[in-house]
């Protein structure tokens, strides 16, 4: 896969050099190339923003530099633009499988009051699929952590990135849609806390249980969302008895 990252502020990204994602560059699983939009801009102070049509405050992100920037990093394509913003789509594990499936994503980290609106209708109107997506109901000051967010959580479901995929099938918000259950390691008393004595005997169908039972009351408790969209088909008498 091949992921383009447009912003202002490249070294914000530097995070991707680093660990899993880093790691998965160096291995040639994933060519990620981080640009300066300030590059394609055309005036001496390379001017990247101006006033807001309509009015209001802040500045929006001029439509011609980032045309310039995307053109240029979606070629060949074709590339799947991504655009983060606050009014977009909440991105979820689904969105994060759907963009893992794709050749070659691009990134527009908008700032200031965001990017003007007829880039991405641009995009559509040239069949480029651009999908404006939000990662939570808080306002950030730009695009660059949300796009670290976003290539992270692509990036670990790209073949060979993870190195026991098995982990991948268990997780939070994965196909059970559950939240995950408590995990516990060394040593087996802790300040005088006790590890659940079923995860020291052994019994793994009762280990298993135990972790679905864990799984079940931490959604109920903390994502009662989750557990109204579960299938109900895929709840026994027990986890309904819970
Ligand atoms: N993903 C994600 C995000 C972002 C995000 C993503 C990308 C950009 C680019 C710029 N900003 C800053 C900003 C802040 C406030 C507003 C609100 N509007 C302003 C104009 C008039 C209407 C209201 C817009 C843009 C961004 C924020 N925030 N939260 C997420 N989950």
Redesign the pocket.
Known sequence: MRIDVVTIFPDYLAALDLSLVGKARTAGLLDLRVHDLRSWATDRHRTVDDT?FGG?A?MVMRPDVWGAALDEVMAPGPAHLVV?????ET?TQRTAEALATEEHLAFA???????DARVAERYRAQGVRVSE???????????E??TLVMVEAVARLLPGVIGNPASLVEESHGAAGLLEYPVYTKPPVWDGLDVPEVLLSGHHARIARWRRDEALRRTAARRPDLVAALPVDGLDKHDLAL
Request: proline share 10%.
């Open positions: 807001p209001g802040g983060p913003t606050p009014s977009g991105f980290c908008g700032r200031y009051e965001g990017i997506v939000s990662i939570g109901d808080y306002v950030l000051n730009g695009g952590v949300a």
